[in-house]
């Protein structure tokens, strides 16, 4: 699969002039937009708004006919033809699909969420909060040196210094550490002592011990981001509850740590999330690189603004155009603006998850929920006799036991063949599936994986127009990204609809978004050091 995986993911570069055919009217021109981009509301024509309700509720009728055990029961549909079942099953997976006119009034609903969150005045109350990270250079190429990079968000920590060289070429040493249990809900202190512990013997070790080395830190907990080396932390998750911190400068309880032992010298010069690095990585080889993004167990965007439109941000050089924004656009629809296109498994997935109402897009999108989706529209049909006979199986019935990883190697079959749909279904406990019962699990996985990508590809749709810039690279990491054989093309192919004519793009995979891209960030803030101080 890695072999197929790799081909899928080469970066491409697309003209939407060249696919706009595919779009069965275009992509979303200005003249679209205009009601949007004047008035910051969530514009759609009556024609437009009716005719996505229709669709919504006419799959909703089609679901209901499909699993209606009034007409027929169980046992009578599971003596259905296959065909039968087939059309049973596609019935049901309609409200998984979302039309043009969905995906468009998508767009829209985005925008709107976007500018809320820019917004002085509308930000506090916004879902999607567009927090400023300070970031306002990239990396040009030319960045040289030693660089120190500190990865922190879950049990273990990265540490990594990296050897920037010349013709974008680079080495890097990395080491993991972990966070005993004890230290991870102890005090600030005990946390950030032993962080700066195992930076000590890391430098030790690579023999740097003595040298002055700037860090560019990841910290991927819910950060109030105040400076490029500033963030107060909002609140612990992942398992963590170090007392003393919450409401604090992570920035400076590390600096504080590293200055009590006194046998090192470190630089702490930003506070980034990996979103950012994803960003910052790719830049480094590609300069057009303009939008970071994150498909994985979480699901985020980060892209260069225009710092008139940032107006939480108070530019210091006017020379300085733009401005790195990190959306947050997983708690997009947390209002009920995606309830348009919700289904009975979303609100299933919310009503079940920790944070019930909250991160609804990434609900819809992420690697954590994807095999879950596919679960419980798979018992759905089951219990209906659509299939395996109506038989069942208690891993089938569990939570959570429908890894996402499934989804990605069930739909790595080639066509025809179910070795691999086969495989997952025994560790579920279904043995006796037919030919057609496989195929029909893989339908389910391709509606559920591609209304993600099409999700997501009306986000960054959004993001490219909204910039204006001729030509923009995505980055992209994450594990959907990296491990799901069709969903870079999904990406593409649907983007590419969207975009306004005459934009090009392309999608580059990252590479240690969250490690190199924190190292990047600390030299390219050396860098503007430098500049500024001659």
């Known amino acids: 699969m890695d072999r197929e995986l790799n081909g899928a993911m080469r970066s491409v570069s697309i003209n939407s002039a060249q696919l706009n055919g595919h779009n069965n009217g275009g992509g979303i021109d200005e003249t679209d937009r205009v009601g949007v981009a004047r008035g910051g509301g969530a ?113 273990n920590f990265r540490v990594l210094l990296i050897h920037l060289q010349e013709n974008n070429d680079f080495q890097m040493e990395s080491r993991i550490y972990a966070i005993p249990q004890h230290i991870m809900i ?28 700037p860090l560019g830190f990841t910290f991927s907990f819910p950060l109030r981001q105040l400076g490029l080396t500033k963030g107060l932390l909002e609140t612990w998750t992942k398992g963590f509850n170090c007392a003393g911190v919450v409401n604090e400068d992570v920035v400076q309880l590390l600096k504080d740590a590293i200055a009590r032992r006194g046998d090192v010298q470190i630089d702490v010069c930003a506070i980034l999330n990996d979103t950012t690095g994803t960003l910052m990585s790719c830049a480094w080889k590609n300069h057009n690189c303009k939008i970071g993004l994150i498909v994985g167990t979480g699901a985020n965007a980060c892209y260069m603004e225009r710092v008139e439109e940032a107006e939480l941000f108070a530019a210091e050089d006017p020379r300085k155009k733009h401005v790195l924004i990190n959306t947050e656009w997983g708690a997009f629809g947390d209002n009920g603006a995606l309830d348009f296109v919700r ?78 749909c086969r ?38 749709a959004t993001l490219i127009n909204k910039m204006d810039e001729p030509t923009v690279t995505v980055g992209v990491d994450g594990s959907v990204y990296r491990f799901h054989p069709k969903f870079h093309n999904l990406m593409v192919e649907k ?22 891209g924190a190292a990047l960030v600390a030299a390219v803030a050396c860098r503007e050091d430098i500049l500024n101080s001659k």
């Open 186 to 213: 102890g005090s600030g202190t005990q946390l950030f002592d032993h962080i700066a512990e195992c930076l000590s013997n890391f430098m030790s070790e690579h023999n740097v011990y003595k040298e002055r080395l």
């Open 43 to 155: 514009v759609l024509s009556a024609t437009t708004a009716t005719t996505a309700t229709k669709t919504t509720n006419a799959a909703t009728t089609n679901v209901a006919a499909a699993t209606n055990s009034t007409t027929h029961s169980p046992q009578q549909i599971a003596l259905l033809s296959a065909a039968e079942k087939k059309k049973m099953v596609h019935e049901l997976c309609q409200q998984l699909l979302l039309t043009d006119e969905q995906v468009q009034e998508l767009c829209y609903r985005i925008l709107h969420e976007l500018r809320r969150g820019l917004a002085k005045d509308t930000h506090p109350k916004a879902n999607v909060k567009c927090f400023v990270t300070y970031v306002q250079d990239l990396p040009n190429g030319n960045e040289r040196g030693k660089f120190l990079a500190l990865d922190l968000g879950g049990t």
């Open 423 to 460: 495989l997952v279904l025994e560790e579920l406990g279904l043995t006796n599936a037919t030919d057609g019962d496989c195929a029909n699990v893989r339908y389910i996985c391709e509606c559920v994986s591609k209304r993600a990508a099409h999700l997501v590809s009306a986000g960054i």
């Open 343 to 420: 289904t009975e498994f979303d609100r299933d997935i919310d009503v079940h998850s920790i944070n019930p109402g909250k991160q609804t897009f990434e609900k819809m999108i992420s690697g954590m929920y994807m095999g879950e989706l596919v679960r419980l529209v798979l018992v759905k049909m089951t219990h209906a006799g659509i299939l395996f006979n109506g038989q069942d199986s208690e891993v089938l019935n569990t939570r959570g036991l429908f890894f996402t990883k499934y989804v990605s190697e069930i739909e790595a079959d080639e066509p025809g063949n179910f070795t691999n």
């Open 495 to 516: 983007i590419s609809q969207l975009i306004k004519p005459g934009i090009t793009f392309d999608l580059m995979l990252s590479e240690d978004g969250s490690g190199r």
